[in-house]
C-alpha cells in the first residue's frame, strides 16, 4: 500500500529533525570532513612490506605507535626491530592525501640501537 505523499516528507523531515537534535547536542558547531587515518597496524605492515621491498630483505618487525592521520606534513615515529634485537627508528612523513588514499615518505635513522 503506497504511502501518501505528504507522510513520506513528514517522515522524512522528522528524520531530519531527529537527527538535527543530536548534531545539536553535539560540542563541535563546524562541520566539516574529518581527515582520512591509516591504523597503527596498517601503517607498521605497510611500512614492513616497503622496507623489504627497498632493502631486498626479509620484512622486519616495525611497530608504530599511533594511527597516522591523513594531512600533508604530518609526522610519527615508528620502530624496526632486527632479528639480533636491535631496534632503528624509522621516520614516516605524509606526502600527499588524495581522498582517503594517504600518500607517504618514510626514512630510516643513521644509527640502530644495540639490543638491551
Same mark, same amino acid.
Not at 57 to 63: H, I, K, M, R, S
Given at each position: 500500500?503506497?504511502?501518501?505523499?505528504? /507522510? $513520506? !516528507? &513528514?517522515? *522524512?523531515?522528522s528524520a531530519v &529533525?531527529?537527527?538535527? /537534535? /543530536? $548534531? =545539536?547536542?553535539s560540542a563541535t558547531a563546524n562541520v566539516e570532513k574529518s581527515e582520512p587515518k591509516l591504523s597503527a597496524d596498517k601503517l607498521a605492515t605497510t611500512l614492513a612490506k616497503k622496507l623489504a621491498a627497498t632493502t631486498g630483505q626479509p620484512t622486519p618487525d616495525v611497530t608504530c605507535p599511533e594511527d597516522l592521520t591523513g594531512k600533508a606534513g604530518t609526522t610519527t615515529r615508528c620502530t624496526l626491530t632486527t632479528? #639480533? =634485537? @636491535? !631496534? /632503528?627508528? *624509522? !621516520? *614516516?612523513? *605524509? @606526502?600527499?592525501?588524495?581522498? #582517503?588514499q594517504i600518500n607517504f615518505n618514510f626514512e630510516a635513522d643513521d644509527?640502530? @640501537?644495540p639490543a638491551s
Amino acid at each position: 500500500m503506497a504511502m501518501p505523499r505528504p /507522510l $513520506v !516528507t &513528514t517522515a *522524512v523531515i522528522s528524520a531530519v &529533525t531527529a537527527s538535527m /537534535l /543530536l $548534531v =545539536g547536542c553535539s560540542a563541535t558547531a563546524n562541520v566539516e570532513k574529518s581527515e582520512p587515518k591509516l591504523s597503527a597496524d596498517k601503517l607498521a605492515t605497510t611500512l614492513a612490506k616497503k622496507l623489504a621491498a627497498t632493502t631486498g630483505q626479509p620484512t622486519p618487525d616495525v611497530t608504530c605507535p599511533e594511527d597516522l592521520t591523513g594531512k600533508a606534513g604530518t609526522t610519527t615515529r615508528c620502530t624496526l626491530t632486527t632479528g #639480533d =634485537g @636491535s !631496534t /632503528l627508528g *624509522v !621516520t *614516516v612523513t *605524509v @606526502s600527499s592525501v588524495e581522498g #582517503d588514499q594517504i600518500n607517504f615518505n618514510f626514512e630510516a635513522d643513521d644509527k640502530a @640501537s644495540p639490543a638491551s
